[in-house]
């Protein structure tokens, strides 16, 4: 079975700077898919951003990027220039090639400090 | 209403009575998913619909019943439930149910309260 480990529950960061959050996680599959998802307070979960496992390349999206180190099983997101709007909990899922199951990790909390 | 949408957003009942949470998309879809989100847990995959047929049952206790009339349309008629079943509701879709390639589009939640 899959698993996915978050180990930062919460985290702080002044407006504009740079926050990286770990996620790490377990599994026996060559191919596969990892995500970052964020929840907003009261608001509703969307994708950030995504990567597959067979892409070398690390993933992208504005000022989300990951640092995906396939070896390490590790899946950490940096966030540039942070903004108010990014405070919301962040989760880190991993889905099998094929599949539709998400397994998500625990969730850490983000808060952008002005 | 765009996306997805589920009603009612916030519920509180009793362990007798019966209710059932409602999710709609909007976006053309042929997948629907509930998920449970309890404080301090991981989201938790409780069922998959694909074409309206159920093809995943993560182990859900029986007073938990799913029902997917159509593509668009997901309910979770409850019974019975006790109070370790209070937690956040959530549902998404995904355009197909068998291919991981698809993002998954979730639903604000129905906060749900067990007395």
């Known amino acids: 079975a899959q698993t996915v480990t978050q180990s930062q529950p919460e985290m702080s960061v002044q407006e504009a700077e740079t926050v990286t959050l770990s996620c790490t996680y377990d599994?026996?599959?060559?191919?596969?898919?990892l995500f970052w998802y964020k929840q907003p307070p009261s608001r509703q979960m969307i994708l950030v951003i995504r990567?597959?496992?067979?892409?070398?390349q690390n993933a992208t999206e504005n000022r989300f990027s990951v640092n995906f180190q396939k070896a390490a099983k590790s899946f950490s997101l940096k966030i540039s220039d942070s903004q108010l709007g990014d405070t919301a909990m962040y989760f880190c899922?991993?889905?099998?090639?094929?599949?539709?199951?998400?397994?998500f990790g625990a969730g850490t909390i983000l808060r952008v400090k002005s | 209403e765009t996306g997805v949408t589920q009603t009612p957003r916030h519920l509180v009942m009793g362990m007798t009575n019966k209710k059932s949470l409602k999710c709609e998309q909007h976006?053309?879809?042929?997948?629907m998913y509930w998920y449970k989100q309890s404080a301090k847990k991981p989201l938790e995959l409780m069922f998959v619909?694909?074409?309206?047929?159920?093809?995943e049952n993560n182990s859900v206790p029986s007073r938990f019943s799913p029902e997917c009339p159509n593509s668009s349309h997901l309910f979770l008629h409850l019974h019975t439930l006790q109070p370790e079943d209070s937690a956040l509701y959530l549902c998404?879709?995904?355009?197909?149910?068998?291919?991981?390639?698809?993002?998954?589009?979730f639903g604000p939640g129905t906060r749900l309260t067990v007395l």
């Open positions: 899922a991993f889905m099998k090639w094929w599949g539709n199951k998400l397994v």
């Open positions: 976006l053309g879809h042929n997948a």
């Open positions: 990567q597959e496992a067979y892409k070398q």
């Open positions: 599994t026996s599959e060559n191919n596969y898919y």
């Open positions: 619909y694909s074409l309206e047929e159920r093809v």
């Open positions: 998404a879709s995904s355009l197909s149910g068998y291919t991981s390639t698809d993002t998954q589009y």
